[in-house]
């Protein structure tokens, strides 16, 4: 990558210095998390970029134990940690500069066999959630803005972890958000901060749960209220019973299909036939990388060849242009990306619930619930329009 910073090893002493450059390497990579790592004599530097994994290279691949560790008490005093603790879990959280934007670090520490472990998690204040640049196709676009103009029911996005879920929910509570309605949101923790919109967080050192948080926000008056993730009984339903009396709900769960978080929705003892009636939308996301614009190849003639099963066929000739048209692109990798990837973008499965859907759901032929086409599908005509790879849809959808 051109634009990291150039390494000078005078600094290697300097462990304010050295801690700066791991966090602008990460920021400017654009990574979502940095670990920190010891190892019996040295410290192990990784950061999750669009979802992967990286190893730092030098000098950060090889830092000497002794400055290993003092680059963990700088990062733990910047957090507000106690740098005198390090057997007990902690968390801590601070912000950072790079140019003239501002990024909430979020830090956790945990001690291991061999010695203390930072994961920070990166929060860019300035992120595109406008609901028209996550990756919805313009008719799932009016099928999504449709539900959420509705007064009540409950709207449910699921997807595996880091599929993009909370980012898609931001999204929707930023596209419905008036001065004239009252939105409110239970989160944990509260990842990006939406004026007008009244955030509370989970506390577990106070018991403040999300079914705490839910029922007293249903005393505060709201028209739509944002739900981090359904995953117990007691805040599913409240959820339920808010859906129910003239709120809508936007929530997610941490599952892979449609069907899943139905069994999932049962198993936690959730009224099935009360969901039913209140679910008006479930979408089913993931998140794939975006094809490096700057270095992606077009596909020639022998290699389209090569894809020609039925499946594929049947596929092309079911493509309604709607992403652009069929231009089947492979990774390369140039300095700009990394392994011909930079970026993500969202693949949406949505389904509306109808009279046939809702029965499916009440008496439980969840095997029956599937989207417009299922999420691979979906996948498969970003590939078509040469936004991601064949292999990148293939990984995220297993
Ligand atoms: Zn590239």
Not at 146 to 160: S, Y
Request: proline share 5%; glycine share 6%.
């Amino acid at each position: 990558m051109s634009d990291i910073p150039f390494y000078n090893p005078v600094s290697l002493n300097n462990v304010i210095a050295l801690t700066d450059q791991l966090i602008e390497i990460a920021a400017v990579a654009g990574a979502s998390d940095l670990h920190l790592e010891p190892f019996p004599q040295s410290m192990r530097v990784r950061m999750r970029v669009d979802g992967l994994m990286q190893l730092l290279k030098t000098p950060f691949d090889q830092l000497p134990a002794p400055t290993a560790d003092a680059i963990i008490v700088r990062i733990k005093l910047l957090s507000g940690m106690d740098i005198s603790e390090s057997r007990r879990p902690q968390d801590g959280s601070f912000q950072w500069q790079l140019n003239d934007k501002w990024v909430d670090i979020r830090c956790s520490s945990l001690t291991g066999h061999w010695g203390e472990k930072l994961v920070l998690r990166l929060q860019w204040q300035q992120q595109n959630i406008d609901i028209t640049q996550q990756g919805l196709s313009p008719e799932q676009l009016e099928t999504v803005n449709c539900q959420l103009r509705k007064p009540q029911g409950l709207i449910l996005v699921t997807g595996p972890t880091g599929s993009g879920k909370t980012m898609f929910l931001y999204s929707c509570l930023k596209q419905i958000q008036t001065p004239y309605i009252n939105t409110v949101s239970a989160e944990d923790p509260v990842e990006i901060a939406l004026q007008g919109v009244h955030q509370v967080a989970v506390n577990n050192t106070i018991n403040l749960s999300f079914s705490h948080i839910l029922r007293a926000l249903l005393r505060q008056d709201p028209d739509v209220i944002m739900l981090g993730e359904l995953r117990d009984f007691d805040s599913a339903d409240v959820a339920l019973k808010a859906a129910q009396t003239g709120h809508l709900l936007l929530t997610s769960m941490h599952t892979s299909s449609i069907s899943e978080a139905m069994h999932r929705c049962h198993g936690l003892g959730v009224d099935m036939l009360a969901l039913s009636y209140c679910l008006s939308l479930i979408i089913n996301q993931r998140l794939v990388r975006r094809l490096c614009n700057q270095c992606k190849q077009s596909m020639s003639p022998p290699q389209l060849a090569a894809m020609g099963s039925e499946e594929w066929l049947e596929a092309v000739a079911s493509y309604n242009l709607c992403f652009g048209v069929v231009n089947l692109c492979v990774p390369v990798g140039c300095e700009a990306c990394h392994e011909g990837y930079k970026g993500r973008f969202g693949v949406f499965d949505p389904m509306v619930m109808d009279q046939y859907k809702r029965d499916s759901v009440a008496q439980r032929r969840v095997q029956e619930l599937k989207g417009e086409s299922g999420v691979w599908r979906q996948g498969l005509w970003r590939v078509l329009s040469g936004h991601t790879s064949f292999a990148e849809v293939n990984r995220v959808t297993w």
